[in-house]
């Protein structure tokens, strides 16, 4: 497996908007000295009680099983997941779970495989923050979450689908 650095020079796409990443990985080579950490699940559990300055956030791949992350969701400012490929499609139905069915509210980010084609749709499924992939740019990014103005199915962001907002606005037909 491929392993993603998650460099504080570089920018990513969070709520639309290009920002610092201010997230680092975490290592236990490395003094836990202020700064917003990323631990893989099994490192938060081993560091938790430990005193620290910064955000903490917890780094899971797709096969990650949502309910180990429920007694850390209030606790954590983000949830970077670890799309491998965009074929695989996990990660969105990840993302969807911790909006829907756990209620996550702090910023999902696909880290990974993640280009212009793919942010539409890992949006939709509930995803407000992306890294790009190597050779991939934010501002890129942001002109793939700009691609459709409608989607007919509902999705994390718009509940009710296109034919009911139709017929609400008189359009129906």
């Known amino acids: 497996m491929r392993e993603v650095v998650v460099n504080r020079l570089r920018e990513v796409v969070v709520n639309r908007h290009i920002v610092p990443d201010t997230w680092v990985r975490f290592s236990p080579d490395q003094s836990e000295e202020g700064g917003d950490r990323l631990y893989r699940l099994e490192e938060w559990q ?13 780094w899971v791949e797709t096969d990650q099983d949502p309910e180990a992350l429920r007694p850390h969701l209030a606790e954590v400012a983000l949830i970077a997941i670890h799309i491998g490929s965009f074929t695989d499609g996990r990660g969105h139905s990840l993302g ?3 909006r829907e069915v756990y209620g996550y509210q702090g910023e999902i980010r696909a880290v990974g495989d993640v ?3 793919t942010v539409n749709d890992l949006e ?3 995803f407000n923050g992306f890294l790009p992939r190597p050779g991939e740019t934010p501002a890129n990014l942001l002109r793939g979450l700009g691609l459709f103005s409608e989607a ?3 999705s994390v962001e718009r ?5 009911r907002r139709r017929l609400s606005h008189g359009s129906g037909g």
């Open 152 to 154: 007919y199915q509902i």
């Open 46 to 58: 081993e560091v938790r009680a430990q005193a620290r300055e910064g955000r903490v956030g917890l």
């Open 115 to 117: 280009f212009q084609d």
């Open 159 to 163: 509940p009710e689908p296109l034919f």
């Open 96 to 98: 969807r779970l911790l």
């Open 124 to 126: 939709r499924c509930g």
